[in-house]
């Protein structure tokens, strides 16, 4: 089970950090995935940490502002986001998968928690 938190209001230029909490699994061991869905949008990836190495992967629009980290003591998974932007509105998942090869891919995903809502102000 994944639990996302940590979203809320937050003016342009701000930050906040997103936590998605695996009970009963371990993050090392899952390619771990955020994604975000902004209102009359598709989903879209985020950002992923792969399963064992930890090869870290960004959507361009993220990239130098979003930060994904790992902490395994806590089975945690962390995306902080910095100089947030109004276009940044949107719901935000994590998932897991077992194992995929295209970790910006939605299909690859096994399991999703429920969203987390972020919103920027401008």
């Known amino acids: 089970q994944l639990q996302a938190s940590g979203g809320g209001l937050v003016q342009a230029g701000g930050s906040l950090r997103l936590s998605c909490a695996a009970s009963?699994?371990?993050?090392?061991?899952?390619?771990m995935g955020w994604f975000r869905q902004a209102p009359g949008k598709e989903r879209e990836f985020v950002a992923a940490i792969s399963r064992r190495v930890g090869s870290i992967y960004y959507a361009e629009s993220v990239k130098g502002r979003f930060t994904i980290s790992r902490d395994n003591a806590k089975n945690t998974v962390y995306l902080q986001m910095n100089s947030l932007k109004p276009e940044d509105t949107a719901v935000y998942y994590c998932?897991?998968?077992?194992?995929?090869?295209?970790?910006?891919?939605?299909?690859?995903?096994?399991?999703w928690g429920q969203g987390t809502l972020v919103t920027v102000s401008s």
């Open positions: 998932a897991f998968a077992y194992s995929t090869y295209d970790v910006t891919r939605i299909p690859g995903y096994d399991y």
């Open positions: 009963g699994r371990t993050v090392s061991s899952y390619d």
